[in-house]
């Protein structure tokens, strides 16, 4: 897997400018409250449009500003797993997952869901409704959500943040075994050196201007 990121873009007093490329499968994004870590990966979703810049993943071109190339979302292949989680509440645990399964892409084979529900450990909560659930049970029936319509990488926004140490540890062995199990690149947002570490040495570190 490759990431090529090149981008400008200002959204109200924050000016993101990045400058990146790696081979790696797994990168890291760091950096302060509000240097624009959530833009970033807005832009590699394709949900905003950066003023310039070109994106690059896997060797297709996402966005090039010079080449007025901007991939629609649902065509990009982000499996995005959002700060705050975003599981449809009127919908019970089975149907988030069988609702990211329906975003898969025509001709995409679909995922192994068993070892996916497994890894991630959330066989049991299928019937429940979202609202009955723990913050890291929601985090977990989210990542599997994402992964459920098998991208081509996954974004990874904070994804256990407000979690305690022992949770977050386990979720994160879990996103582990994602990344190397299932083989799923991924681009992760933190401000935990020590998560990150436990993910990849390659740190995208952004800073403010
Ligand atoms: N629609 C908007 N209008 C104005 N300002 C915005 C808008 N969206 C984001 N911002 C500002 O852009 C900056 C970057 O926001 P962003 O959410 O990308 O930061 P972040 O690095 O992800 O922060 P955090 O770590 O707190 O989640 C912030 O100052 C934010 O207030």
Same mark, same amino acid.
């Given at each position: 897997?490759?990431? &090529?990121?090149?981008?400008?873009?200002?959204?109200?007093?924050?000016? $993101?400018?990045?400058?990146?490329?790696?081979?790696?499968?797994? %990168?890291?994004? @760091?950096?302060?409250?509000?240097?624009?870590?959530?833009?970033?990966?807005?832009? %590699?979703?394709?949900? +905003?449009?950066?003023? @310039?810049?070109?994106?690059? +993943?896997?060797?297709?071109?996402?966005?090039?500003?010079?080449?007025?190339?901007?991939?629609?979302?649902? #065509?990009?292949?982000?499996?995005?797993?959002?700060?705050?989680?975003?599981?449809?509440?009127?919908?019970?645990?089975?149907?988030?997952?069988?609702?990211? &399964?329906?975003?898969?892409?025509?001709?995409?084979?679909?995922?192994? *869901?068993?070892?996916?529900?497994? @890894?991630?450990?959330?066989?049991?909560?299928?019937?429940?409704?979202?609202?009955? $659930?723990?913050?890291?049970?929601? *985090?977990?029936?989210?990542?599997?959500?994402?992964?459920?319509?098998?991208? *081509?990488?996954?974004?990874?926004?904070?994804?256990?943040?407000?979690?305690? #140490?022992?949770? /977050?540890?386990?979720?994160?062995?879990? +996103?582990?075994? $994602?990344?190397?199990? %299932?083989? +799923?690149?991924?681009?992760?947002?933190?401000?935990?050196?020590? &998560?990150?570490?436990?993910?990849?040495? @390659?740190?995208?570190?952004? /800073?403010? *201007?």
């Amino acid at each position: 897997m490759s990431f &090529e990121i090149v981008l400008n873009h200002t959204v109200g007093d924050c000016r $993101l400018s990045v400058d990146f490329a790696s081979q790696v499968p797994r %990168i890291a994004v @760091t950096g302060p409250s509000g240097v624009g870590k959530t833009t970033l990966l807005n832009c %590699i979703a394709g949900l +905003i449009t950066p003023e @310039t810049g070109k994106i690059v +993943i896997g060797g297709r071109v996402l966005f090039d500003s010079t080449e007025r190339i901007s991939i629609r979302v649902e #065509q990009r292949g982000a499996g995005y797993v959002f700060q705050d989680a975003r599981l449809f509440n009127h919908l019970r645990v089975a149907a988030n997952l069988a609702y990211g &399964e329906r975003l898969r892409q025509a001709g995409h084979s679909g995922v192994d *869901r068993e070892r996916i529900i497994e @890894t991630l450990g959330i066989g049991s909560l299928l019937d429940r409704w979202p609202a009955s $659930l723990s913050g890291g049970e929601i *985090r977990r029936v989210a990542i599997a959500r994402a992964v459920f319509a098998h991208p *081509r990488f996954l974004l990874l926004d904070e994804p256990l943040s407000s979690l305690d #140490q022992e949770r /977050a540890a386990e979720i994160l062995t879990m +996103i582990e075994h $994602l990344g190397t199990a %299932i083989g +799923i690149p991924m681009i992760y947002v933190s401000h935990q050196p020590e &998560e990150t570490a436990r993910l990849t040495d @390659t740190i995208l570190q952004l /800073a403010p *201007r």
